[in-house]
């Protein structure tokens, strides 16, 4: 059956893990709980996993390809345990090399690499939705912002038209990111900007019009506090978003998850 393509909050860090063999925070369970029925929640349990994660970027759109992938622990100030995590899933090089093959088809140069491990934007999330590591996941970059432009919001959602096909082949794709990230607003003072741009956001991922959707969506920053929720070239955690909806073709966009954590409102969304 075909897959429908995910945008999944990540949360802060390894935030759904901070109790060492407790129970997830209580401000992160909602966001845990939600991870936690994901998997259920698709029409079949996926033959693979293509997760574009907010935490790596490239000048090329690369793909890991390695069969046993480690993790890295990027981030910092969290307890000791939390740098020992483990999340054993297997790689997917063939959807890797397949994803590449299809951007390659649409205009874009790729890469591949094999000594990166999965970043936190992979690993968190989906060792909640899939605490049994028991389906192959891949890993693609976004693109880096050019120097003198920027990051190319169409350009990922050019990316994720592209890897379409691998819907049909059994492959989930997840963006994985936060539909508001600032790290320098917190509490109450980001709550009525947070409110704003993820009500703005919202109402352009579930616009019925795919066209129309799609560039609303590369146009973000003309939504509300937009810059306010993703301060100038840091809206890497916005893109992932861009491929999902690509990838989600005709598909009509899905509100599937809101919550407020640490002042900001953040959002999942689906496609299909």
Same mark, same amino acid.
């Given at each position: 059956?075909?897959? #429908?393509t995910?945008?999944l ?5 390894p935030?759904?893990f &901070?109790?060492?063999n407790g ?14 029925r994901v ?6 349990r996926p ?5 574009v994660?907010?935490?790596w970027e490239?000048?090329r ?6 069969e ?14 939390t740098?020992h995590?483990?999340w054993d899933?297997?790689?997917a090089?063939?959807?890797? $090399?397949?994803?590449a093959?299809?951007?390659e ?7 591949e690499e094999?000594?990166?491990g999965?970043?936190?934007?992979v690993?968190?999330?989906l060792?909640?939705?899939v ?5 192959p996941?891949?890993? &693609?970059? &976004?693109?880096?912002?050019?120097p003198?432009?920027?990051?190319d919001?169409?350009?990922?959602v ?8 691998? $819907?049909d082949?059994?492959v ?13 607003m ?12 993820d009500?703005?956001?919202t109402?352009a991922?579930?616009d #019925?019009?795919p066209?129309r $959707? ?7 920053e003309?939504?509300?506090?937009a810059?306010t929720?993703?301060?100038p ?5 916005l893109? #992932? &978003? ?12 899905q509100?599937i998850?809101?919550d407020r ?6 959002s999942?969304y689906?496609?299909g």
């Amino acid at each position: 059956m075909r897959q #429908p393509t995910l945008f999944l909050p990540h949360g802060g860090g390894p935030c759904f893990f &901070l109790n060492e063999n407790g129970p997830v925070p209580d401000m992160w369970r909602p966001m845990g709980d939600f991870l936690a029925r994901v998997v259920a929640d698709l029409p079949e349990r996926p033959k693979a996993i293509l997760v574009v994660s907010g935490h790596w970027e490239e000048p090329r759109l690369t793909v890991h390809t390695g069969e046993k992938p480690s993790l890295l622990y990027d981030y910092y100030g969290f307890p000791e345990h939390t740098y020992h995590l483990k999340w054993d899933a297997p790689g997917a090089p063939d959807v890797a $090399r397949r994803a590449a093959v299809l951007l390659e088809g649409a205009g874009f140069a790729t890469d591949e690499e094999q000594a990166r491990g999965w970043d936190h934007g992979v690993f968190i999330p989906l060792k909640v939705a899939v605490p049994g590591a028991d389906i192959p996941t891949a890993q &693609l970059s &976004l693109l880096a912002p050019s120097p003198a432009g920027g990051y190319d919001p169409a350009a990922h959602v050019a990316m994720g038209r592209a890897l379409a096909q691998l $819907r049909d082949e059994g492959v989930l794709i997840v963006g994985s990111g936060m539909s508001f990230h600032n790290m320098r607003m917190r509490g109450g003072e980001a709550q009525a900007a947070a409110d704003a741009f993820d009500t703005a956001l919202t109402e352009a991922v579930t616009d #019925p019009d795919p066209a129309r $959707r799609d560039a609303r969506l590369t146009d973000w920053e003309t939504m509300p506090f937009a810059r306010t929720a993703h301060p100038p070239r840091q809206e890497e955690h916005l893109l #992932p &978003l861009m491929v999902a909806a690509g990838a989600g073709g005709a598909d009509p966009g899905q509100h599937i998850f809101r919550d407020r954590v640490i002042g900001w409102t953040v959002s999942g969304y689906r496609f299909g």
